[in-house]
């Protein structure tokens, strides 16, 4: 059973707490990982994640996958849900957006491993899908493919 002390300092979970009015005014937040004698993957998936075109001020819609292996640290998963909610009313390009998720928590975290994809839905009738990982996959881990299909429209 896990140490429940890890979760003395978190600020955001239990409280009601606003949803951030941009990216660099989320708070993410981090437990220090009670099983890091094992090496694993965590997975969080983000199918209706919004941000705004920065210039025009158009919606943007994207299905974010987010795998990572952990080292000391966790993602506080609530601290996660309002960073990726502080994008809806954030301008960027959906290639700053996707890389500026991995960045986010790479510094919180350090993992062993990360990769995030960015499959975002069409703006001016062409879909962009942005790709990362810190490199090379850890071969003792099980890490599953992300299996995201190609957008296709209606057909």
């Known amino acids: 059973m896990s140490d429940e002390s890890i979760y003395e300092n ?15 005014d989320a708070v993410l937040e981090r437990v220090t990982n ?14 209706e994640f919004t941000s705004l075109c920065p210039l025009t001020g158009a919606p943007d819609f994207a299905h974010i996958t987010i795998d990572y292996v952990p080292n000391e640290y966790l993602v506080e998963s ?3 849900k309002l960073f990726l ?4 009313n954030h301008g960027s390009f959906h290639e700053d957006c996707t890389l500026e998720i991995a960045r986010r928590l790479i ?6 491993w990360l990769r995030i994809g960015g499959y975002w839905y069409p703006r001016g009738g062409i879909p ?5 990982q810190t490199g090379e996959a850890p071969k003792s881990v099980w890490i599953p493919e992300q299996n ?6 209606r057909g």
């Open 148 to 153: 995201i299909p190609p957008y296709r429209g």
């Open 10 to 24: 978190l600020v955001q979970l239990g409280s009601k707490t606003a949803l951030p009015e941009t990216p660099d």
């Open 128 to 132: 962009i899908d942005v790709f990362y």
């Open 78 to 80: 609530k601290s996660l």
């Open 34 to 47: 009670p099983k890091k004698d094992m090496a694993y993957c965590v997975r969080f998936t983000a199918p």
């Open 107 to 112: 510094e919180i975290t350090e993992p062993v």
């Open 85 to 88: 909610g502080s994008f809806r």
